[in-house]
């Protein structure tokens, strides 16, 4: 299997992706933000960005939604 990785910036890739509903980030780290935009049936398009302040505020008025990964655990 392999991933098709592309060298896009933050504004090509929010052209590439306003036409999906749901668009997402994460704060990965202090320094790494990880964008994922999902396509259907475990197919997403991901960017990873350097997290700075304006990079976030960026997102946010691109009409991304903050979201956070954790593992799911069954009861």
């Given amino acids: 299997m392999f991933d098709r990785i592309l060298s896009v910036d933050l504004v090509e ?3 590439l992706t306003e036409r999906f509903k ?3 980030y994460e704060i990965i780290s202090e320094d790494q933000i990880r964008v994922e ?3 259907g049936d475990d ?3 991901v ?3 350097g997290n ?3 990079v ?3 997102l946010k008025k691109l009409g991304f939604i903050e ?3 954790k593992q799911w655990r069954e009861w």
Wanted: aromatic share 16%; glycine share 0%.
């Fill in 43 to 45: 197919e997403a398009l």
């Fill in 67 to 69: 979201q956070r990964i």
């Fill in 22 to 24: 749901w668009r997402f």
């Fill in 37 to 39: 935009v999902p396509k």
């Fill in 52 to 54: 700075i302040k304006a």
């Fill in 56 to 58: 976030v505020d960026q």
């Fill in 13 to 15: 890739f929010d052209k």
């Fill in 47 to 49: 960017l990873y960005l």
